[in-house]
DNA sequence: GCGACAG
DNA sequence: ATCTTGTCGC
């Protein structure tokens, strides 16, 4: 399940998409909308966020039978300058598996190579806190980090399995797409969009 | 003190 | 994140 969220004053727009590796287009969005006063800080973006993301969640789990085996957010997860981004703090308050993938890296890294796929270990204090990802080439890398339940090269492989024709992976894409034409209010209604 | 800083 | 047009490329 791919998360995201777009913020119209206090009102949070809850956007998931749910697929399978095995079956990349039978996607379903669900969609939700809840208040949220928190700011948003640089370095603290999991204070804001992940209240939202963690209800959305229950929300969906008290609704569904078929529960998503990982979630994927849209920000970092250990790389991060306290290693403990937006990933851990819902993985820890869920203890569910998170993936943070994020557009920006917070930390200092070296460019992975321009052809596609290539990536390059993002390091603090000695330790490998997440990978920077060429998904396509020419095109400026992203930042995948394990966020709970997950260790990093999983999560990197993971994500390397979501993408597909664009640098976002699709999970993360789709997402972001349907919260933001839900903000918007121009939403379209279908088999594959569900209210909760 | 000033700027930079996931979204 | 948001303010914003046309434009280049697949």
């Not at 990933?87 to 820890?92: D, I, N, Q, R, T």
């Not at 596609?116 to 992203?142: C, D, F, H, W």
Request: charged share 20%; glycine share 6%.
């Amino acid at each position: 399940m791919g998360l995201d969220v777009q913020y119209v004053g206090n009102d949070a727009y809850v956007a998931a998409t749910v697929l399978s590796l095995g079956a990349k287009e039978n996607y379903k969005h669900y969609v939700w909308k809840t208040q949220t006063d928190a700011p948003y800080i640089p370095q603290y973006f999991a204070f804001k966020e992940g209240p939202v993301l963690k209800a959305f969640i229950e929300r969906y789990i008290s609704q569904q039978t078929i529960l998503p085996d990982i979630f994927v957010v849209d920000g970092q997860g250990t790389a991060h300058p306290r290693k403990a981004g937006l990933a851990c703090w819902l993985g820890v308050a869920l203890q569910k598996t998170v993936i943070g993938c994020a557009k920006e890296s917070l930390l200092p890294y070296e460019s992975p190579s321009e052809e596609a796929m290539s990536y390059k270990a993002i390091r603090l204090e000695e330790s490998i806190v997440g990978y920077m990802l060429r998904s396509q080439s020419n095109t400026k890398p992203i930042c995948i980090s394990a966020g709970h339940l997950i260790n990093q090269e999983q999560a990197l492989a993971i994500i390397q399995q979501l993408i597909g024709k664009y640098r976002n992976p699709d999970v993360m894409r789709l997402a972001d797409q349907t919260a933001r034409t839900f903000a918007k209010g121009i939403l379209n209604a279908s088999e594959k969009v569900i209210f909760l």
